[in-house]
């Protein structure tokens, strides 16, 4: 009977040791997939950043653009039809916050 326990215990430590084994391994893993989300987090941030640069220059553009046209426009066209013409370019800068 004894020869009995003592393999049960055996068996049972080598199950431990494994399960031990395999959670060791397991925190490896998500310590390296914590790194990697950082690092696609970072990423992601840069790129939001630079995103907004982007849109900020083209909204400074678009509204240099707008200033310069809607002169030209209006002198052409005395009674205001072209200051109407400018319906979309207007309509492409208000989505912009203008």
């Known amino acids: 009977a004894s020869a009995l326990l003592r393999e049960e215990g055996e068996r049972v430590a080598q199950e431990l040791v494994g399960a031990k084994l395999r ?7 998500l ?9 696609a987090q970072e990423k992601s941030m840069s ?11 083209f909204y400074a553009k678009m509204k ?5 046209v809607a002169p030209s426009k209006a002198k052409k066209d005395a009674k205001g039809a072209g200051v109407a013409g400018l319906g979309p370019v207007q309509n492409v800068l208000g989505r912009f916050g203008s």
């Open 64 to 68: 240099s653009t707008l200033r310069d």
């Open 31 to 39: 310590v390296k997939l914590r790194r990697q989300l950082v690092k």
């Open 47 to 57: 790129f939001a950043s630079k995103l907004t640069r982007l849109e900020t220059k």
């Open 23 to 29: 959670l060791a391994e397991s925190e490896e893993q």
